[in-house]
T-cell receptor
Framework: DAGVIQSPRHEVTEMGQEVTLRCKPI?????LFWYRQTMMRGLELLIY????????DSGMPEDRFSAKMPNASFSTLKIQPSEPRDSAVYFC????????????FGEGSWLTVV | AQSVTQPDIHITVSEGASLELRCNYS??????LFWYVQSPGQGLQLLLK??????LVQGIKGFEAEFKRSQSSFNLRKPSVHWSDAAEYFC?????????????FGSGTQLTVLP
């Protein structure tokens, strides 16, 4: 089975530009998570969805960040406008009740904002 | 709120030596516990997990971890380290209820393996 698929794997963008990160969770999983990893803050949860509905977005750093899950097989994390301090690795992960809460991670999207 | 402490930021061991990485958690009940490994430039790979039952759990790559409720610990061990084990290791905790399924990670332990 395919794992969690993220795109792009790497992106370099200029400050002020819009960035869209994409995620395809494992088929059948009903929970989807977006994490951010930085040297300073480690791995932190940004937002998570259950059955396509956002459950907890308290980790979203500010209004420049938004996330959507229009259907069970696709989610986006958008940053508009981007700033250099947004440079990080963004991980998408998914799980389901049936998988015993084992959370599977994608390979990450490595974002650099210059 | 749940939290995880990994007291060792960096550990160095010689190849073939035994390894123990420490993890302490804070949670109101018995949580789900996980160890993930991250190689440079890579994503997070699940090593092992504890949900219930036997408190000694076996994982991939020869790793094991022991859940000790009395100490709120979930330490990761390996009897003989290989050079390919050099990576960063993260302990994580998750709640058992639907609203607490998200993982809370420790700050990670960077493992260096000497030849």
């Amino acid at each position: 089975d395919a794992g969690v698929i993220q795109s792009p794997r790497h992106e370099v963008t200029e400050m002020g530009q819009e960035v869209t990160l994409r995620c395809k969770p494992i088929s059948g999983h009903d929970y989807l998570f977006w994490y951010r990893q930085t040297m300073m803050r480690g791995l932190e949860l940004l937002i998570y969805f259950n059955n396509n509905v956002p459950i907890d977005d308290s980790g979203m750093p500010e209004d420049r960040f938004s996330a959507k899950m229009p259907n069970a097989s696709f989610s986006t994390l958008k940053i508009q406008p981007s700033e250099p301090r947004d440079s990080a690795v963004y991980f998408c992960a998914s799980t389901s009740t049936g998988s015993g809460n084992t959370i599977y991670f994608g390979e990450g999207s490595w974002l650099t904002v210059v | 709120a749940q939290s995880v402490t990994q007291p060792d930021i960096h550990i160095t061991v010689s190849e073939g030596a035994s390894l123990e990485l420490r993890c302490n958690y804070s949670y109101g009940a018995t949580p789900y516990l996980f160890w993930y490994v991250q190689s440079p430039g890579q994503g997070l790979q699940l090593l092992l997990k504890y949900f219930s039952g036997d408190t000694l759990v076996q994982g991939i790559k020869g790793f094991e971890a022991e859940f000790k409720r009395s100490q709120s610990s979930f330490n990761l061990r390996k009897p003989s380290v290989h050079w390919s084990d050099a990576a960063e290791y993260f302990c994580a905790v998750a709640g058992r209820s639907g609203s607490a399924r998200q993982l809370t990670f420790g700050s990670g332990t960077q493992l260096t393996v000497l030849p």
